[in-house]
């Protein structure tokens, strides 16, 4: 702790020796400033015209791979190139973000096929997409892989259901209209048989969206497993989202399995039923879309005059459906003929 101060109190004291013989030079201090200031742009001027040699990896990106076979290989992403510049050319390949070279299947100039292996160009991709992107004065010294050879070998194909992964929510005062569409909720994938075996669904990556407050419609990627690729590569989503409001209905209640020469009053006779719905939708829904009911078999075993009634059936659009009252009182009475 006493080392600790003995430091601060040191820098203290430099640092107000420092502000003293400024204040008292203050013309000196001003002229070794802008001397030091100089000085350093004449070194930053020499090291920018001085010559260097720096690696850059630049992006490669796969297109048309034919699907029935297994590129039985790690594909290098990107190729490292030794490049000479002057410093103000060279450092700059560094942080610049490239556009990928497209390495084309199709095309037999930079990808040829020879009995069961594959051999891809990197010295054609290089002159073709790449070589363009740096400067005249740059100097290519080297760079690698120049080309790659694999093995293919034929696979398999299965068709799997997708399992859409989601994290969302909405707004207030909106909800889900719908239910969320996939297109397509399947997909084909292909893997070796030994692969396929030991896979019977399909997870795509992770959709978060928070507070939304119209339609989305998007695309997602999937999930796959390593060594596998599937058509499609990406599946489209749509999350139907709208403003909704509150509906009421007065129903009224039925009552099942009357024998005969009976009759069951309720009273009331007609609940009343509260429930969400989407603004679209709302003067689509009438009161002969519910039923509400009780069973004349569970009365006459209760003790109770009050039986709660049963929700039999509503719109799939209404949601929250909450019913008042609860219950009814009931009573039986015999039909004279």
């Known amino acids: 702790m006493a080392d ?3 430091i601060r109190n040191k820098i203290a004291s430099l640092w107000e020796r420092f502000k003293a013989f400024f204040l008292k030079n203050r013309k000196n201090a001003l002229v070794f400033l802008l001397c030091l200031l100089i000085s350093f742009g004449c070194w930053m001027a020499i090291m920018q015209n001085k010559t260097y040699e720096v690696w850059v990896n630049y992006p490669l990106q796969y297109k048309n791979a034919p699907p029935d076979v297994e590129l039985y ?3 290098t992403t990107n190729i490292s190139i030794r490049v000479r510049d002057k410093a103000k050319n060279v450092f700059p390949y560094q942080r610049r973000n490239f556009r990928p070279a497209v390495v084309d299947f199709n095309n037999n100039d930079l990808v040829t096929l020879n009995g069961n292996n594959y051999t891809i160009s990197f010295t054609n991709v290089f002159e073709e997409s790449i070589k363009h992107n740096f400067a005249q004065s740059s100097v290519i010294v080297d760079y690698f892989p120049k080309d790659l050879s694999f093995e293919v070998v034929p696979i398999d194909t299965k068709k799997l259901p997708v399992k859409v992964n989601l994290d969302i ?3 207030k005062q909106f909800h889900l209209s719908d239910s969320i569409t996939v297109s397509p909720d ?3 994938l292909y893997a070796r048989s030994s692969v396929l075996d030991t896979i019977n669904i399909i997870e795509t990556h992770i959709l978060r969206a928070n507070n939304l407050n119209d339609t989305l419609t998007t695309t997602l990627g999937l999930s796959l ?3 596998t690729k599937s058509v499609p590569e990406r599946i489209e989503i749509t999350v139907p989202v709208e403003a909704f409001t509150e509906g009421v209905q ?3 209640v039925t009552v099942k399995n009357v024998p005969q020469k009976l009759k069951v009053r309720t009273f009331p006779e007609q609940v009343t039923i509260k429930y969400l719905i989407g603004i679209s939708k709302y003067a689509d829904v ?5 039923g509400v009911s009780i069973d004349y078999e569970k009365l006459i075993e209760s003790r109770s005059k009050n039986e709660f009634v049963d929700l039999d059936y509503y719109p799939s659009e209404a949601k929250n459906c909450k019913i008042t009252p609860p219950s009814v009182e009931w009573m039986i009475e015999v039909v004279e003929d």
């Open 225 to 227: 497993p390593p060594r």
């Open 73 to 75: 290989a790690d594909l």
């Open 4 to 6: 600790k101060t003995d």
């Open 169 to 171: 929510s909405c707004r």
């Open 250 to 252: 007065s129903v009224p």
């Open 186 to 188: 399947s997909i084909t």
């Open 286 to 290: 009438e009161a002969s879309d519910f």
